[in-house]
């Protein structure tokens, strides 16, 4: 089992849309969780970090399951902005990411 | 620029030959971090340091990867008798630390870009 698995995408939403991204860790013991987001050809950068009381930053709200060891993100009235690769982040020893999900926005 | 820096941005080398990469973390940042990125894929994680203090190697990482963070600052990745397979970029990261508490936020470089001929 890997250590971070995210939903493969590709997302393809018109403008506007809901877009919600999944994320699920293997180890118990993980103490942070961030998003980050990476547009092509450049670095990661961070997007959000992940409380486990849920938080929300503008049209982007993060949420953390730890009895689930899930992570959610959830995209409102998406942009063409959005379009980009969303990465989950993990943390126990070091950090981990995912394989990242792939968001294109369309007019 | 205060960032984290990466040299060289591009490296070209033919199978069998020795590279190294050098990061230079955001000054104030105890950790540092090494992942390998491929096409369509996220970061890899090879390696990470606090301080000078190597703390994990991926067992992904073969005997030819080695890295150093011999004072606590800038950091070096060797790869030993380079492969084809081993053409990706290359992506330092650092950040702060706490001694207790959440890891903070992880700073990039823009990555070396390595192609083995």
């Known amino acids: 089992r890997k250590e971070v698995e995210q939903d493969p995408g590709p997302f393809n939403v018109p403008e506007g849309a809901t877009v919600a991204f999944n994320c699920t860790y293997s180890n118990s013991a993980s103490q942070s969780f961030f998003w980050y987001r990476q547009d092509c050809r450049k670095e990661p950068k961070l997007l959000m970090s992940?409380?486990?009381s849920g938080n929300e930053d503008g049209r982007f709200t993060a949420q953390l399951n730890r009895a689930s060891q899930y992570i959610s993100l959830l995209i409102r009235d998406s942009k063409l902005s959005d379009s980009a690769t969303y990465l989950c982040?993990?943390?126990?020893?070091?950090?981990?990411f995912g394989a990242g999900t792939r968001l294109t926005v369309k007019p | 620029d205060t960032g984290v820096s990466q040299d060289p941005r591009h490296k070209i080398t033919k199978r069998g030959q020795n590279v190294t990469f050098r990061c230079d973390p955001i000054?104030?940042?105890?950790?540092l971090y090494w992942y390998r990125q491929t096409l369509g894929q996220g970061p890899e994680f090879l390696t990470y340091?606090?301080?000078?203090?190597?703390?994990?190697k991926s067992r992904l990482l073969s005997d030819r990867f080695s890295a150093e963070r011999p004072k606590g600052s800038f950091s070096t990745l060797e790869i030993q008798r380079t492969e084809q397979g081993d053409s990706a970029m290359y992506l330092c990261?650092?950040?702060?630390?706490?001694?207790?508490?959440?890891?903070?936020?992880?700073?990039f470089g823009q990555g070396t870009r390595l192609t083995v001929v």
């Open positions: 982040v993990v943390t126990w020893v070091g950090m981990r």
């Open positions: 992940v409380y486990s």
């Open positions: 340091f606090q301080n000078e203090a190597q703390l994990e």
């Open positions: 000054s104030e940042h105890n950790r």
């Open positions: 990261a650092s950040s702060s630390h706490p001694l207790t508490g959440r890891d903070t936020e992880a700073f």
